[in-house]
């Protein structure tokens, strides 16, 4: 129940195109729903991050959208760009501590 | 100026021996946390301190023992290395009461068990 399951687990996406990772939860207790970006050789670092009283959130390029009922979230980078190549980890937090998933290699090719 | 700095970067030993990793975070946050990062990129919560009280302890071996001599360090020490400690560990910090779990990571210590 404390898991979170984060599909693909890899993706290659053309340079423009739209980059979509999915993530799905079991416990609705969870408060808080961050994506993380890590690039190699480098920690996570905080993308965008939303609350499940909220169906959608934008920043920029990245947009995160968030189904209560299905307890699933998604990512949705657009027009992506090589420099977007790295590590999205979704997670799902109760009060105390982060549950990442399993992470998705994304490769944006020019 | 790194926010949450570990050190070192890069830590090869020997099976058998006993190594430590220094974290500091200078955001002025009072909890942090050690993760690790398997070979397939899993990131696991190890422990977190909130205010040098232990808070968080996942199912973690006791040869590993994190110590917290203020609100702003947090250092792992692991006694009688195995190959399986290989990983990649993660320090990262947060400050509690804000409504947002925001944690900020540092770049990583590579451990390579031989």
């Known amino acids: 129940q404390q898991q979170v399951k984060q599909s693909p687990q890899s993706l290659i996406v053309q340079k423009g195109g739209i980059s979509i990772i999915n993530c799905a939860y079991e416990?609705?207790?969870?408060?808080?729903f961050p994506w993380y970006q890590q690039f190699p050789g480098k920690g996570p670092a905080l993308l965008i991050a939303?609350?499940?009283?909220?169906s959608e959130k934008k920043e920029g390029r990245f947009t995160i959208s968030f189904n209560k009922s299905a307890k699933q979230f998604s990512l949705h980078i657009m027009d992506s760009q090589p420099g977007d190549s790295a590590t999205y980890f979704c997670?799902?937090?109760?009060?105390?501590?982060?549950?990442f998933g399993t992470g998705t290699r994304l490769q944006v090719f020019p | 100026d790194t926010a949450v700095s570990q050190t070192p970067k890069y830590l090869v030993t020997q099976m058998g021996n006993d190594k430590s990793i220094k974290c500091e975070q200078n955001?002025?946050?009072?909890?942090m946390y050690w993760y690790k990062q398997d070979s397939k990129k899993f990131l696991k919560i190890m422990f977190s301190?909130?205010?040098?009280?232990?808070?968080i302890n996942e199912t973690v071996p006791n040869r590993f023992s994190p110590k917290s001599p203020d609100k702003a360090h947090l250092n792992l020490h692991i006694n009688s290395l195995e190959l399986g400690d290989s990983a990649v560990y993660f320090c990262?910090?947060?400050?509690?009461?804000?409504?947002?779990?925001?944690?900020?990571f540092g770049a990583g210590t590579r451990l390579s068990v031989l």
């Open positions: 955001l002025g946050h009072d909890t």
């Open positions: 939303i609350r499940p009283d909220v």
């Open positions: 997670a799902a937090s109760n009060p105390d501590k982060l549950i």
């Open positions: 990262a910090s947060s400050q509690e009461g804000t409504g947002w779990n925001i944690q900020y």
């Open positions: 301190y909130n205010n040098k009280e232990l808070i």
């Open positions: 416990n609705t207790a969870f408060d808080y």
